[in-house]
Structure formats: C-alpha cells, structure tokens
C-alpha cells in the first residue's frame, strides 16, 4: 500500500547524509516566554506567522485524545502537518483546523490506530484537501479505522509507512523517525516515535508509547534529546520513565489530557517526575490548547487559559475498552477471551452500557462489569 512520497519531500535514508548535522550540539541559547493568551490572540499570532518564517506547534485541547498542528512558514509557503486527528465521538479537530482557515494538509499522521489518535482522519479527509497520510503499518479491526483507510482509498491520498532511521528534510524542518523498528501485540507501544529540529529547537513526539517502546528507542542510540517533549500516553505512569525523561532531557514537557478524565491523567508519579527535574509541565486539561512558537532559535509558550496542574490524578487507571488489548480486557469481569475478540470487534463504544451489544452480555452481566469499576471509555 505504501506510494511514493511527495515531490517537495526529500528522503535521505541514514543519517550518513546528514554527517555534517550535529543533532548534538544545541547550545543553551533558547529562551523561554510564557504568556497568557485567549483565543483571539491566538487568532492574532497565526495571522503574524503567516508573514514570518516560523514555526508554530499547536498542542490542540481535544480532552481525552491527541491531535498536534504544526503550520510551517519558509519561503511565504505554509505548510500544514497533523499528528494524530483526536477523538471519534467529537469534531474538535476538524472545528479548529476551519477556525485556522486551513484547507491544505500536507502530511497526516497517525502514531497508532486506538480511536482516540485516528478517529477523526475520515472527517479530515472528507472536510480538507489531504496530500499525504503515515502511519505505522498496524491494522485494527474498528469501524474507525476501516473508514479512515476507505477514505484514503476513495481520495487517491498518497500513503506512507515510515521505517525507524528515515529522515525526512520539509522545508528547514528536519523529521527523524525513531520507532517502531518492528510491529508488537501492543498498539501502544507500536506508535510511531519522532523527532522534530528547527533550527535550534527540536521536539519529539511518541503517541502513546509506553515503557517497552522507550526503552527500544534508547537502546537504539538515536539522539533523543528535545527542547519540546509530548508526554507519552497523555501523562500515565506508563511511559515517560525517569531514564528515557533523562536522555531527553527536556526544557518543557507537555500533555493532551481530558478534564476529570477517569484515568488520572497526568498521574501524579509523572507529575511528580517531571517537577523533580524542574521542567515547566503544560496540559491541555489546565491549560486549554498550547503553542510553541518557535523562529529556530527561540520560542515562545502561548496558552489558551490560564492554568495551575492540581495533584487530583491518583488512583488506579481504568481499561478503556477501546483501545486496551485482548490480554488486558480479560481482567474485566466476565470478559474472557471469547467475550474480548468480540468486544474488539464491535469497537468503538460510545458507553461501557454498549457492551451489551455483546451478544451474551446482558443486564446482569453489565452490572456486573459497571460495579467493578474497571471498564471505561475514552483516551
């Protein structure tokens, strides 16, 4: 299924090409500015980009889920890429890439198939000219993504599966594909791991890669380190380890995380991680959608509101029955591996209350599964 990449990209396989680029030696020269701002400054910053050659990250509020807008400004050209396009059940991402009066896409990302990474990529498709879609080559079995692939299919969109080591030059910002080097069981840590520079300034984004992926990245060698850190998994103590924190290294971490969401998000061992090393840390629960605004030298944090990070996320993370595997479900009451391959199947809900659309799952048995208190929907 993989085509060939567009004419304006340029892929250099190894970083063989790019000897004479040290990724190594970004100089303690970046300035941080925070400031408050609310939507209509917002407004106002993105109507200045567009005369400036700059790049502007927007970490966009999706509550429980994940989409990231990168607008590149070189040349009086912009270009616009998407990570991962949010929630199923909503239209927020669709509804501010309108108010940002794009109608051009230039790649679309997509780190991991869960609903909650792919699951407006059909309305973004139907709704914007869409150039170019990657993923990671994993398949799923839900109504969301078999629409997501109808939708490519239908629209002729170029298709493309980066492999760990591409590197890919668009415009003067550089992507490194860090992970996955091969498929796992896990969809989580199967996400697509990159690594963004800007001139002086780079990011690094990992979707909701967990332990077991970060440690197969640092394992790898590969240059990690990253000004801009988008916390793995919304902030669970299930990525974003003390040693893969340390490779990267980071001035300012950042999270897309639901407000009151039932897992916990961020946990408070993340929390507590990242205040430990004295990182300004960012949410999208807190502080609504945040922008990096970056010249390749210095950037600036803008945030939609206001926010204080409270230390209420405690407690045991429930099992989203739209993302969690087969293995994982069965710690569900009554779910045993019959009842989870029907589950996937039938994914995504919109309620745990959906699960009776299992057949065999009726009222008793959904009672059951509700007071227990470990099946939940969403992120």
């Given at each position: 299924m993989r085509k060939n990449i567009v004419a304006y990209l340029t892929l250099v396989i190894g970083l063989l090409i790019f000897s004479g680029c040290s990724h190594d030696s970004i100089e303690p020269t970046t300035k941080i500015d925070d400031k408050e701002i609310d939507n209509s400054d917002i407004q106002k910053v993105d109507q200045q980009a567009t005369s400036q050659s700059t790049l502007k990250v927007h970490y966009i509020d999706v509550g429980q889920a994940d989409a990231t807008l990168l607008q590149l400004v070189d040349q009086n050209e912009t270009m616009n890429l998407l990570i991962d396009t949010g929630d199923w059940n909503a239209t927020d991402v669709v509804t501010y890439l309108y108010s940002k009066n794009i109608k051009d896409i230039d790649i679309v990302t997509v780190t991991h198939p869960h609903a909650d990474h792919i699951g407006q990529l059909e309305k973004i498709i139907e709704g914007f000219s869409v150039t170019e879609v990657w993923m990671n080559g994993e398949t799923a079995t839900s109504q969301v993504f078999a629409n997501s692939l109808e939708a490519i299919e239908k629209r002729s969109i170029d298709y493309y599966e980066p492999e760990v080591g591409?590197?890919?030059?668009?415009?003067?910002?550089?992507?490194?594909?860090?992970?996955?080097?091969?498929?796992?069981?896990?969809?989580?840590?199967?996400?697509?791991?990159?690594?963004?520079?800007?001139?002086?300034?780079?990011?690094?984004?990992?979707?909701?890669?967990?332990?077991?992926?970060?440690?197969?990245?640092?394992?790898?060698?590969?240059?990690?380190?990253?000004?801009?850190?988008?916390?793995?998994?919304?902030?669970?103590?299930?990525?974003?380890?003390?040693?893969?924190?340390?490779?990267?290294?980071?001035?300012?971490?950042?999270?897309?995380?639901?407000?009151?969401?039932?897992?916990?998000?961020?946990?408070?061992?993340?929390?507590?991680?990242?205040?430990?090393?004295?990182?300004?840390?960012?949410?999208?629960?807190?502080?609504?959608?945040?922008?990096?605004?970056?010249?390749?030298?210095?950037?600036?944090?803008?945030?939609?509101?206001?926010?204080?990070?409270?230390?209420?996320?405690?407690?045991?993370?429930?099992?989203?029955?739209?993302?969690?595997?087969?293995?994982?479900?069965?710690?569900?009451?009554?779910?045993?591996?019959?009842?989870?391959?029907?589950?996937?199947?039938?994914?995504?809900?919109?309620?745990?209350?959906?699960?009776?659309?299992?057949?065999?799952?009726?009222?008793?048995?959904?009672?059951?599964?509700?007071?227990?208190?470990?099946?939940?929907?969403?992120?």
């Open positions: 591409d590197v890919f030059d668009i415009g003067p910002l550089e992507i490194t594909i860090l992970h996955p080097d091969s498929l796992t069981g896990n969809t989580n840590n199967n996400s697509l791991a990159m690594r963004l520079q800007y001139g002086e300034i780079s990011f690094l984004f990992t979707g909701d890669a967990e332990q077991l992926a970060e440690n197969a990245i640092l394992a790898s060698g590969a240059n990690i380190q990253a000004n801009i850190l988008h916390l793995g998994h919304h902030g669970s103590n299930t990525s974003s380890t003390s040693d893969f924190l340390q490779a990267v290294n980071p001035e300012i971490a950042i999270y897309s995380a639901g407000v009151d969401n039932s897992y916990g998000h961020p946990d408070v061992e993340v929390v507590d991680r990242i205040s430990e090393r004295d990182v300004p840390l960012y949410g999208t629960d807190t502080h609504g959608t945040i922008i990096v605004e970056t010249d390749g030298k210095t950037y600036t944090v803008m945030t939609q509101k206001q926010g204080t990070l409270s230390q209420q996320s405690v407690g045991k993370s429930c099992l989203d029955i739209n993302t969690a595997n087969a293995e994982e479900l069965q710690e569900i009451t009554h779910i045993g591996p019959a009842f989870a391959k029907a589950l996937i199947e039938l994914r995504p809900y919109r309620t745990v209350d959906e699960l009776t659309n299992i057949k065999g799952v009726g009222p008793g048995r959904l009672h059951d599964i509700k007071s227990q208190g470990l099946a939940c929907v969403g992120g």
